[in-house]
């Protein structure tokens, strides 16, 4: 392994301001959303009352909701040693704690991490890229891994979310509010003005959709760009993501199925044999792409170019 010395890196500017654009854009959208409910007559503090709720609850306890999903059983440095080493050298150059190990017994070649910061992180593997994966290539995935507890993604995308469930609850009340007359409401009282509510929550919902999974799909470029420069090794994470995409095809559909409830965590997302993606409405960016970044990097670095 290499040296354990702390590291800099340097942010693609490029992303990066597509990334805030994104969340501008987002805000943006749902401060004009807010606004026309209040116009509309809305009353939104109950429905958002319950949504704060939910989000907060799994802002808090994402690491236990994903490890009971998963399966995941965390492990001690004695039961992982190699493991613990290799995730120790990589917190020590992000300058974080060490989180949380965690290990999943299955054959598919993937890990995650998740934390609402760097004190409360968990890394968790799979048995399936321990052994498909040489000691280079698994310190690159779990260097990606930590770039996203180091970047606070799961602090941006919780906030992102919000919105969307919000939108998404406020979308199911109004229908059965429509169908039943419900909230305190009559049937066919002011339905008109309900049904344009509706309708503009309906397009709402779904561009807001939209711009959360585009902002983590730059959240994944992202910890790839941060990870391969803290490794020291894009190549290697190159290498890791074509190896492990090479072998979704071998995966029982009853062990991908396993790990799809933590897709949006994963390094690639675990999807069955014939699903196919749009990019549009994918949480990771096209692995073609991502790879081909990797190697432009790779290039860089060589030369002592960023």
């Known amino acids: 392994m290499t040296s354990t010395t702390t590291r800099k890196f340097h942010k693609d500017k490029g992303l990066v301001s597509r990334m805030y654009f994104t969340m501008f854009m987002l805000g943006f959208l749902y401060a004009m959303f807010a606004l026309f409910l209040m ?3 809305m009353q939104l503090i109950f429905v958002g009352g319950i949504v704060c709720v939910m989000v907060i609850v799994q802002y808090y306890m994402s690491d236990r909701l994903i490890l009971m999903s998963t399966g995941a059983k965390e492990v001690s440095p004695e039961e992982e040693p190699a493991l613990y080493k290799m995730i120790k050298l990589l917190a020590d150059r992000y300058e974080m704690p060490m989180p949380k190990v965690a290990i999943i017994d299955t054959s598919i070649p993937n890990a995650f991490a998740t934390g609402r910061n760097p004190k409360n992180a968990l890394v968790a593997v799979t048995t399936g890229i321990q052994r498909r994966l040489n000691e280079r290539e698994l310190q690159a995935v779990i260097g990606h891994e930590l770039a996203h507890v180091a970047n606070r993604d799961m602090r941006v995308l919780a906030i992102a979310n919000f919105l969307v469930t919000l939108t998404s609850f406020l979308m199911t009340m109004l229908f059965w509010n ?29 561009i807001g959709q939209l711009l959360v999974l585009a902002l983590t799909r730059y959240r994944e470029y992202g910890a790839d760009h941060t990870g391969a420069e803290i490794s020291g090794d894009p190549g290697g994470l190159a290498d890791a993501l074509e190896k492990i995409s090479g072998t979704v095809n071998t995966i029982p559909d009853k062990d991908l199925r396993k790990l799809q409830t933590a897709n949006a965590f994963l390094i690639i997302p675990a999807a069955l044999k014939g699903e196919g993606s749009m990019n549009l409405f ?7 792409e991502r790879v081909k970044r990797l190697r432009e990097l790779e290039q860089r670095m060589r030369y002592g170019l960023r």
């Open 178 to 206: 429509m169908l039943f007359g419900g909230m305190g409401g009559r049937r066919g009282n002011n339905g008109g003005g309900l049904m344009v509510v509706y309708l503009v929550t309906i397009i709402v919902y779904f």
């Open 282 to 288: 994918s949480t990771h960016p096209p692995l073609e």
């Open 39 to 41: 116009a509309a007559g």
